[in-house]
């Protein structure tokens, strides 16, 4: 899945014209910890809740306080696993997101992606990561299955999202399998675009516990 299909409107960003007062009250309202400032579309950056509460001016705007910002990037059309990789390292309750022009698209938070999780729980499991960008017209579950089994695997997971101002789409498969040579090998031989492929131990270790250490700072 793309980070485009866990944006969110319901939390609006700041402007830098508003005031730590202001902030603050937000966060309450929209039960986050962190909030995105703008200055005509322009992303400034983040803010915590912890630092406007150390901050000892609730009336300054934040043209004018003196806060620590962090401005973490992440664009619309990556993947959902690099958000959740920034997400977990950083222990951010929102994100924002830019466009191709780096200007501000909307936002990424916890409850966008507690919504979505169910179907990226199989990252967890051991196997491969299979991204494919085809036609839509040319997309055929059973095919893609077919290929999969045919070489003595299962898929574990299997989503589907459209790449925007295209009619193109990206089809990312989880399989049980960490060596994904011959699954590749018949999705190049049946004409597939191969966008992305991850078979490396390491690389599930390293996705896995920063899943883990996501869904532990969900519990906090």
Known sequence: ML???????EVPPLKITDTIEMALEWMEQFKVSHLAIVKNRELIGIVSENDLLDYNKPAESFETAKLPILKPIIHYNQHS??????MSGLNLTL???LDDNEFYKGCVTLKSIMQNLAGMTAVQNPGGLIVLELNQNDYSVTQIGNIVEGNDAKILSLQVSSIPESTKIEVTIKVNKEDLSRILQTFYRYNYTVKASYNHADY???LKNRLDEFMHFLNI
Not at 81 to 86: C, Q, S, V, W
């Open 95 to 97: 994100i924002p997101v």
């Open 81 to 86: 696993y690099e958000l959740l990789k920034i």
């Open 204 to 206: 599930e270790s390293d």
């Open 3 to 9: 980070v485009s299909g866990l944006i969110t409107d």
